[in-house]
């Protein structure tokens, strides 16, 4: 009664003897051998449909059956120990490669972004391949002071015309910017159109629903990482405003997905391929930021789903590896790991928390304003005729971008360069026009606050510029066919509002230091206000508005200070901007891009509020006819295969007798067809009168009939089943924590209904008012 | 068909109209008016006894009617409104307490712990509440080389006999030592055994099951607290081989627990108790180490069993505000938010993770190696007469301890400045005996890796010796009748090892630089391996291997030293250290503990690899009698008090009726008993010959017969069902990620059995080959 790989029980003593695995695929033998097509599971069976929702559940069984098969083998010779072991170390090898993979795409990447960012303001003599500062490097006619000064180092006007300065050089410089950046735009665009329209976006949205349990076949495929890649770049370097760092979390994501065709293990199973590619995300935001904590943090609170302890694990590192291959390319050619290094010299004072919280109501009012109008823009772009010109749209916001931030310096250079000037804090030696403070003669200490200098005034009226121009623009860029991140778009926006609210606190603060607020602490001659924290906290309260991360974001921040001093300030405005955000709708930009296109992702962060209960939501409706069953056995072939014909579900459950509506199983549309069709082409005597029988014996037939259809292989066993009381907040928190696709409805034990994650992703759209038929797929 | 707070649903299409709540308390009334007496729900109805465990689903489903109640409320009225906003910031204000009154407590506790350790050895003229180094700030005669000899201080001997030095004082202040040591050892066990038992051990085990769901009243009580505070600090200062870290989030449970009786939402909810438990777990580490990252992390990882997003955010929060109210109290005197704070001068070689990795491998070896000795020893100190003397137990090991513990300088010291001493990096004007090398004549680098002097061996020979003795004495410490911590003393076995090992590397790599695996890197005059660094890593490794804890630990040890380079090292140690540990037992300290006390703790982290059915699993087996049922009518009460008497179950399951098996529902034990005693003190008429109705509308009955008893209000309409074809992988996890109690067991829709959380605990046991009766509780 034992079969090898999978104990069998005999089990006898209630009603029929059952005895089956749990799905295809995984299902061995029964005791009893009779004719059964799917001894050797037939070739498709146990696959999902592009655009469909996964069983994790299934997908999961499926994985703990190899492993046990694995396991159990490898006691029998020395081969199958070491497949054992090579096994279990496979994950560890697969994140060790994602991380060495993705690092070196992302140091690719920017040392690329960087060198066609300066491309379009000039070229080095030494070689078109140096950036400006690298070709600088070589020089020995550069001092400290002018180091981006270099004879090596040509703009276009002084190439083309020979002139260096005045306003013909100007144009001339002016027009040759506008025209790379319709060039690279051009580029992004073009490629992204014609080899992989699913590498434009940000990409997280998708990604988060693929951890969910979607599938989009070809979404992390390898010409989706290859024109990804290629089209970042040019994007990025075309000055539009957008940033990679999005992006790269679904190019750590791709080459995750690729490498997972080496393993055996991963390549097969669904549950497992995304346990990897939520390591893939925390890889993302390791390399981007140079966080591997925070990008941790960001995999679990953002993207992923299902995140067991074990990926936890991994995931760090991953993150680890893939921060440290970044470090070795060393792009940014100053040995550190983060983007943005900041150091601070002061303190901050407890009454600086006022304008952090004012920091984060307007992260949070920005926040929610972007969310709306870009969504609006969006849909626009979907309902109306722009959506037909995706090439002209690019290359008008491309041109539009080019021709009004080249006169502005703050939105000139890259939103990655604004953000670390903004952040950075004021020596007595800095000759940047943020700096540009009055010198009073010092005594003391030499960080004290100052009052502004001209140079100052100016900074602060291109910043304001740049403030309203990157909030307008920013809107109208994110969704475009060309791949786009948020993060640095949102950042600077919060940085520039932070930097202006600093500097003005450091000046009230003074001129008026006998104020009762500032006494005490603000003395005359104090480093009291340092307006670059001002400009992180503002950075952070602004990402948080947009995105609503809240933990990993401040972790992120926290990694690139170093601090742990920084963290309230960082806390104070991420929760406040959260708050006030969540008061205009509770949906980050990604779910709402998420709900935009119709994906089916049940949010696991939300409640679901609502008292309604499972017999609300099931089909069928009142009016609706009945549900559509499959009998265990007395259908023929011809009958089931008409009853599937004349219906639209995915999946059907298989009852005792119509009467009694006992559920015995549930067996998936596909199965049941690719079984069929199977069958018919290879078991001899099929026929449509043939019976299908899903019992574990075949019933006792006449003679002369047809060989039955045996298709107990196929099915479901252990479907899931909720009873019509079960509240809906239980339901989907069933659906949600277990990853169903769809659960039984009984009443008394009798078969009553169907619930599928589209129907309560449905009653959701419902009860918020929202278009149900706006969730497009299962 | 409306009721006012929960909407009621007219369904009558499909057989019986079924209306009703999940569960007893949040109960409403059915249209139909009828004598039932859970209108008002009887006190003492929804509630759970002692050593229980709770049921996630119906505590999570109360709180979502509550607060729909609250919501629905506050568009009514002002008041109400009012009440649904502080409601919501409830848990905000809630988590605000928690860290500041687990924060100053472990100020308080960290002060006193400081001041009785140094009253072993003396005591202070000018006021005996000053610790040694206190005292000796205020003193003018100190120099920055002696800072901690002043005349202020007196040691023991020179206060009693006037002698400073020679045996004869030696002597005398080895006796105090001895004595103090044994007066705190016996205060701190008596207290615990007069005043609260629970006090004793680190009581993280506990915690883990009681955030799996599991009830031990007063476990977190404020006597529990009180007793636990005063003994944590007279337990460390005994000198007894324990830290106060483990104790700490006990510490910081127990204050969670008390201020959760301030709000209704959290005293009166067992699951979002739990969530603030959780958060109070993340605290305590907080505090411990000052790592409020490590601290959440460590929550997550390691004890938390249901950790929503919402938790991870709140206790971060609140770990933050622990940590810098600790930071305000100022405990050590230097500000600094951290235990030990290290800083290394030199970066790590790549080739060094080979000693890296040997550490990782005796950490988890010495793990492996603990938890076995230890489980040994408590099992004996259950089982035989050891264990009914607690108090003589914990004098005798106090005694030996001071014993032996005082000549070797390195055991005398506490745990943590041992720990402190040992990661320190060597700087030239050190001048304790671990930085006793041969001043070399400096050119370049002073910090530069010198030959080993005199000091520096006797140095090592201590602490080989300390090694040992440490090794030895935990194991019999942990685990006694006193509060005790494992992370110091682990810790500290590591760190030693680390040191001895890095020092050793030092000096081979000083005299032997002209090696091949030395050269490139470690040339003569530089500082290339820093034994601080070993000792960190060691320490790291040895805690791995006990608690098994994986990015927590990593994380917690980033926090100590601030830079993101050396969690290389610590990963590499950590992770062989948890994989070799995890090669000789897969249990980490504290699940080794737990399953020792019997407690039902379904361990989330390991997957359940047998392939066993549900069939197999539940009860009643094949020789058992047939389950015990109740039907919706036709039982008196008399014949229900009977059933549920001759049984010990604690819930029964609700059918059609006997001969069908339909399932109906399910009612627990407590609230049919507690119902039916009410209704027989309440309920005019209600006698043993009474039918028990448990349908909507009671049946007809005879004119002259007693009025029914209607108990369809605690009738859980929703009972979790699986088949019995579920491989028990699938249903171990439903119940681990639903928090189930229990689940029933049907075949073609007729109930066959039920599965408990117990009986999946016996099964897994039993296939582990142990004894299944070691699982004790519900």
């Known amino acids: 009664c034992y079969s090898d790989a999978k ?5 006898n003593e209630y009603g029929t003897s059952g005895v089956g695995g749990r799905a295809a695929g995984v299902n061995g033998n029964g005791p009893t051998k009779l004719v059964d097509p799917l001894e050797d599971p037939v070739p498709g069976v146990g696959t999902y449909e592009d655009f469909n929702t996964i069983d994790w559940v299934r997908e999961k069984s499926k994985d703990r059956d190899r492993h046990r098969e694995i396991t159990s083998k490898s006691r029998q010779s020395t081969v199958a120990l070491l497949h054992s072991v090579s096994d279990a170390f496979s994950g560890w090898l697969l994140m060790l490669l994602v991380g060495l993979m993705s690092g070196a795409l992302a140091g690719g990447i920017d040392i690329s972004a960087h060198w066609l960012t300066d491309m379009k303001e000039g070229v080095c003599l030494n070689g078109f391949w140096f950036n400006h500062e690298h070709c600088c490097w ?14 090596q180092w040509k703009s276009w006007a002084e190439l083309i015309t020979g002139a260096t300065e005045g306003p013909f050089a100007y144009i001339v410089n002016y027009l040759m910017y506008i025209v790379w950046a319709l060039l690279f735009s051009f580029l992004a665009v073009t490629l992204v159109r014609a080899f992989a329209p699913y590498a434009c976006g940000s990409g997280i949205p998708e990604i988060k629903t693929i951890l969910s349990g979607f599938i989009i076949r070809g979404y992390l495929g390898k010409w989706t990482l290859i024109i990804k890649t290629i089209t970042l770049v040019l994007a990025v370097s075309s000055g539009l405003s957008l940033g990679k760092e999005g992006p790269l979390v679904h190019v ?22 995304r346990e990897v590619l939520s390591a893939a995300a925390a890889v993302g935001v390791s390399v981007a930021f140079g966080a591997p904590i925070g990008g941790v943090l960001f995999s679990l609170e953002e993207v992923s789903y299902y995140f067991p302890l074990k990926t936890l694990w991994r995931s760090f590192f991953a993150a680890l590896v893939a921060a440290f291959t970044l470090r070795s390319i060393n792009p940014f050619g ?11 010299h002061a303190p901050w004072h407890l009454l600086e928390l006022a304008p952090f919280i004012l920091l984060g109501i307007f992260g949070g009012l920005w926040g929610a304003l972007f969310i709306r109008a870009n969504i609006a823009w969006c849909r626009r772009r979907k309902s109306t005729r722009l959506g037909h010109y995706p090439i002209i749209e690019v290359l008008v916001v491309a041109g ?15 939103g990655a360069e604004l953000i670390s000037e903004l952040f950075n804090d004021c020596s007595l030696l800095d000759s940047s026009q943020l700096c540009g403070y009055q010198q009073v003669s010092c005594v003391g200490n030499t960080l004290a606050d100052r009052p502004a200098g001209p140079g100052l005034y100016t900074a602060l009226w291109q910043l304001a510029l740049a403030l309203v121009f990157k909030m307008m623009i920013t809107v109208v860029t994110f969704g475009m066919k060309v791949p786009s991140g948020l993060f640095i778009p949102s950042m600077a926006v919060g940085a520039i509002a932070g930097r202006l609210l600093g500097v ?20 005359p001659g104090a480093d009291c206000i340092t307006p670059g924290l001002y400009a992180m906290v503002g950075a952070a309260a602004c990402l948080g508005g947009v995105t609503r991360m809240t933990v990993s974001l401040v972790v992120i921040m926290f990694e ?20 006030v955000a969540d008061a205009f709708g509770r949906e980050g930009i990604y779910e709402a891009h998420i709900r935009l296109n119709g994906y089916p992702f049940l949010e696991p962060k939300e409640e679901f509020e609502h008292n309604s209960l499972a017999v609300d939501v099931m089909r069928p409706r009142r009016a609706d006819p009945a549900l559509a069953v499959l009998t265990q056995e007395g259908m023929t072939v011809g009958e089931v295969e008409s009853l599937v014909e004349s219906t639209h579900y995915s999946g059907f459950p298989v009852v005792v007798s119509q009467e009694s509506q006992r559920l015995v199983g549930f ?4 199965d049941l067809l690719i079984s069929i069709d199977n069958a018919r082409q290879r078991q001899e005597g099929v026929v449509s009168a043939s019976q299908v029988v899903f019992t574990e014996h075949a019933p006792s037939q006449a003679p002369d009939a047809p060989p039955p259809l045996r298709l107990r292989g196929i099915l479901d066993l252990s479907p899931f089943t909720v009873t019509d009381h079960t509240p809906m907040d239980i339901t989907v928190d069933i659906f949600r924590k277990l990853g169903l696709r769809q659960c039984l409805v009984t009443h008394n034990g009798r078969l009553l209904g169907i619930i599928t994650k589209k129907d309560i992703l449905k009653h959701m759209a419902q009860i918020a008012n929202r278009d149900p038929d706006s969730i497009l797929f299962n």
């Open 400 to 414: 539009f971008t080019a021709l009004l931030s080249y006169p502005n310096s703050y939105t000139r250079m890259s």
């Open 504 to 523: 003005g606190m450091e000046q009230l603060a003074y001129y008026n230091h006998d104020w009762i607020i500032f006494k005490g602490w603000c003395s």
């Open 7 to 11: 104990r069998w029980i005999c089990y």
């Open 667 to 670: 067996v998936l549309r596909r």
């Open 252 to 273: 750590a994501c791709c080459c995750a997905n690729i490498l997972c065709h080496l393993f055996t293990k991963y390549r097969k199973n669904e549950a497992k391929r």
């Open 334 to 344: 100053n040995s550190r790991l983060v983007l943005f290094y900041v150091e601070f």
């Open 560 to 579: 690139l200070t170093g601090g742990l001093e920084y963290i309230v300030p960082l806390m104070a405005a991420t929760m406040t901007s959260k708050w």
């Open 138 to 151: 070589t020089s020995n006619e550069t001092t400290f002071q002018e180091r981006d000064r270099c004879p």
